[in-house]
């Protein structure tokens, strides 16, 4: 069972910067491969960025290409989003996700999500 838990999120002009922070509970936080969600108002889920489990591979949709940035930290159980150069469409309750390093696109585990608000 892995608990996580995202902070950072807040209100913030476009052009601003703000960095996410997911901390996972339990020992095993290096064996899973997390990622980074987003829902909008209306909108579906959507992802934004992953990373494996042991940080060499990461991804992002095209929309963040360029301007977020995914990281780890496994010595402190955390997973981070920087998300630079933010814009109003980035609007949206970032949700950080955990997947088994085996099967890295089976997100087992959810956080309660935080709310990123870019103002124009």
Do not use: H
């Not at 999120?9 to 960095?19: H, I």
């Not at 909108?43 to 489990?53: D, L, Q, T, Y």
């Not at 990461?58 to 360029?66: A, C, L």
Request: with cysteine; charged share 15%.
């Amino acid at each position: 069972q892995v608990q996580l838990v995202e902070s950072g999120g807040g209100l913030v002009q476009a052009g601003g910067s703000l960095r996410l922070a997911c901390a996972a509970s339990g020992r095993t936080f290096s064996y899973y491969a997390m990622g980074w969600f987003r829902q909008a108002p209306g909108k579906e889920r959507e992802f934004v960025a992953r990373i494996s489990n042991s940080g060499g591979t990461t991804n992002y949709t095209d929309s963040v290409k360029g301007r977020f940035t995914i990281s780890r930290d496994n010595a402190k159980n955390t997973v981070y989003l920087q998300m630079n150069s933010l814009k109003p469409e980035d609007t949206a309750v970032y949700y950080c996700a955990a997947a088994w390093w085996s099967t890295p696109f089976n997100y087992r585990y959810w956080g309660q999500g935080t709310q990123v608000t870019v103002s124009s």
